[in-house]
């Protein structure tokens, strides 16, 4: 039995959050199916049934129906993320959920022997939501593996917004990562753009 | 890890004794006898941290029993991770087609690992396939996977002992203890 068929050319989303591509490559690793924030949930509602508020959670593993949502802010910063969840899990009662908070994804990376890497990617250190604002200058030090340019641009900030809520720049990039790109074409393309802006002087921020 | 491991030192609590060990233990070993009498039973142990589970639990069962070892890759490992795919490290020796498995891990936290063996020996068509763990940490659980066979539910702690390590030392300890933190926070 081949568990590991397809893995390879399945084509590289563009994750929001440098750990989530991390994840991504953990479950590849078990040979466990995965799609990238596949469904959307609406979770509020004004009188006329128009949708206030959506619920995307990171991954859905086929195989198993079951949601992971991963969220590497600090615990103080996670209120928001769990009355998202306490809502969708009202609303959608059959939809297995469960939600890694930075204290679990720590001591998963812990587990494998990552706890560098997991104090990269958690906090406000690993936060990488396009940015409103261009940054003041060149990104220093290597590009972590599995992260966007864009996201590597960002500001450290508290990502708060769900798919739905994102820019619209970011959704179309979004859909081009989606056609055919290799993970480690994406990756080599991301550096060398890195490279690219870093000697210009200054990388341009995708919203 | 670069610091000289201490068993004792580095030990912040023992979580369960030798002598619950041994008592959860023949417990098991009566309760896979009953269930298993007249039937042909393989036990798969997942090396490395399995084996002292392994060696006590083979011989607390009193019906006829095969045993087989595997290993298997951990994600993060020098070895495997430019491959990106977890790797069978050492597979069985004999068939286990027709026959009743019962896979013997250590401990169950995540349930990757386990979730990947379990959808390898199902493709080798046993008769039967069932899990038995010393330990259960379903704090960590990410892939959920039925346990017919548990031994102690713990909490979320770094556990070591009992075939269970921390930088590969630690697994001789004839106990389950708690690792103290210091230990795989200093960087020294």
């Known amino acids: 039995m081949d568990l590991d068929a397809d893995l390879d050319i399945r084509p590289a989303p563009g994750f929001a959050h440098a750990s989530e591509a991390e994840l991504a490559r953990i479950l590849d690793f078990y040979a466990v199916a995965w799609e990238y924030e596949p469904r959307t949930f609406p979770i509020l509602f004004d009188r006329s049934g128009t949708v206030l508020e959506s619920f995307s959670p990171d991954f859905y593993l086929p195989e198993l129906d079951v949601y992971l949502e991963l969220t590497t802010l600090k615990q103080r910063l996670v209120r928001k993320k769990n009355r998202k969840l306490r809502r969708l899990r009202e609303l959608y009662p059959d939809v297995r959920i469960k939600l890694l908070y930075a204290r679990d994804f720590r001591a998963l990376l812990f587990k494998y022997g990552k706890l560098a890497l997991a104090d990269a990617l958690t906090g406000a250190d690993g936060q990488t939501t396009p940015p409103k604002v261009r940054p003041p200058g060149p990104i220093a030090g290597p590009l972590p593996v599995g992260m966007t340019l864009a996201a590597a641009a960002a500001e450290p900030g508290d990502r708060t917004t769900d798919r739905v809520a994102r820019d619209p720049s970011h959704r179309a990039d979004h859909g081009r990562r989606r056609a055919r790109r290799t993970r480690s074409e994406a990756r080599a393309r991301a550096a060398s753009r890195l490279a ?12 | 890890m670069t610091r000289r491991p201490d068993l004792t030192a580095d030990v912040s609590e023992v979580l369960l004794s030798e002598e619950q060990i041994q008592a959860k233990v023949l417990e098991l070993g009566r309760r896979i006898s009953d269930d298993f009498a007249g039937r042909e039973l393989t036990l798969v142990s997942v090396l490395k941290g399995s084996l002292p589970f392994m060696a006590d639990l083979m011989r607390s069962i009193t019906i006829p029993v095969q045993i ?7 994600y993060g490992g020098t070895a495997t991770e430019s491959s990106g795919l977890v790797r069978i490290l050492k597979d069985l020796s004999s068939s286990i087609d027709g026959r009743h498995v019962l896979i013997v891990e250590d401990i169950i936290d995540t349930g990757l690992t386990l979730n990947y063996l379990v959808r390898y020996l199902r493709g080798k068509n046993p008769a039967s396939l069932q899990i038995c763990t010393l330990l259960d940490k379903p704090a960590r659980r990410l892939v959920e996977i039925a346990i017919d066979y548990r031994g102690f539910e713990i909490p979320d702690q770094f556990v070591i002992g009992y075939g269970l390590d921390y930088g590969e030392a630690y ?18």
């Open chain 2, 171 to 188: 697994r001789n300890l004839r106990f389950v203890g708690v690792l103290r933190p210091e230990v795989y926070t200093d960087p020294d």
């Open chain 2, 68 to 74: 087989d070892l595997m290993e298997v890759s951990s």
């Open chain 1, 196 to 207: 690219t802006a870093a000697e210009s002087g200054g990388v341009e921020a995708s919203a």
